[in-house]
């Protein structure tokens, strides 16, 4: 497999600087570019900041950190001896098109580039390059120093070895990898924008904004650091209880007609037994004690 040491960050702003933290915390060496100096100068100070909340670095340990980033404003000088670069540049497609082209000419031939785009095409992004094979997602989300995913997305042409050393790269520092099945479809931004939706519609309805964040993070925002969607429709026997609810759903109303509706068939989204299914209830009231002792004050 690839071995993938020096990284090169395009991008020094609201997620680049977070992202070259993360990786320069894991002893590789990294680059950080940005048009404007003064970014720059700006994301060293966010990421020692960020370092010092966590609480746990030395200041030994934060300048050794400090001092595996590298700051240009030279694309070319930057990128010239990466094994893998993440553009983590806004939402455009045109200007990201424009700088795949330009890594394209100034990065070694087996270069892996990654894109932060959080719902842009990896497909489209990957025809401005002689590498499509190269071309990967990498969804960051924010601050990439403190939440656990990193979500893998394929183009039509990423190749398995890419992913396989993306997927390596970024367990090392210590990420939750969540490979996409489904190519150009970035699932968490999917599931994220559905609850905004149902959110801006009651907002739009007349709803106080305190009373829908407060509606949000005191039930679903309070369960699902825990226990996903899928895993609480089984153990709360909706699939049983409320079959009208997912008659649109195909997939799901054939598993209701062959009776999978959670724990009392023993299979459901999940498998089940009468242990397994208590065993689950219990640790998850736990962690729910624990939960609430870290947001109490929120409410």
């Known amino acids: ?21 993360c990786f320069a915390q894991n002893r590789r060496k990294v680059v950080m570019i940005d048009v404007e100096k003064g970014t720059l100068e700006k994301a060293i100070q966010k990421i020692k900041l960020s370092m010092q909340e966590f609480g746990t670095m030395t200041d030994e340990d934060i300048e050794e950190t400090l001092s595996r980033i590298e700051l240009t404003t030279d694309l070319e000088e930057g990128v010239n001896d990466a094994s893998f670069v993440v553009e983590a540049v806004p939402e455009n497609l045109e200007l990201k098109k424009e700088i795949f082209h330009k890594l394209d000419k100034y990065c070694p031939d087996s270069t892996i580039l990654a894109s932060n785009t959080s719902g842009l095409s990896i497909t489209e992004i990957s025809k401005a390059t002689s590498r499509p094979e190269k071309v990967i997602g990498t969804h960051w989300w924010n601050p990439p120093p403190i939440v656990p995913i990193l979500e893998i997305v394929k183009g039509s042409l990423t190749s398995e070895s890419t992913v396989e050393a993306t997927v390596s790269l970024h367990k090392d520092l210590g990420k939750v990898v969540l490979v996409v099945p489904k190519k150009d479809i970035v699932l968490t931004t999917i599931i994220w924008r559905g609850l905004l939706e149902v959110v801006y519609s009651l907002f739009e309805e007349g ?93």
């Open 1 to 21: 497999m690839q071995q993938i040491r020096n990284i090169s960050i395009v991008g020094a702003g609201l997620m680049g600087h977070g992202i070259a933290q």
């Open 207 to 299: 709803f106080n904004p305190k009373d829908l964040d407060l509606a949000v993070k005191t039930t679903i925002g309070f369960r699902l650091p825990i226990i996903g969607p899928l895993e609480q429709t089984d153990l709360g026997g909706y699939l049983e209880k409320f079959p009208r609810m997912f008659e649109k759903f195909s997939r799901i109303k054939e598993m209701i007609e062959k009776g999978e509706v959670g724990p009392p068939t023993a299979k459901g989204f999940y498998q089940w037994d009468e242990k397994k299914f208590n065993e689950r209830i219990r640790e998850r009231d736990k962690k729910f004690i624990k939960m609430l002792e870290i947001v109490r004050g929120e409410y």
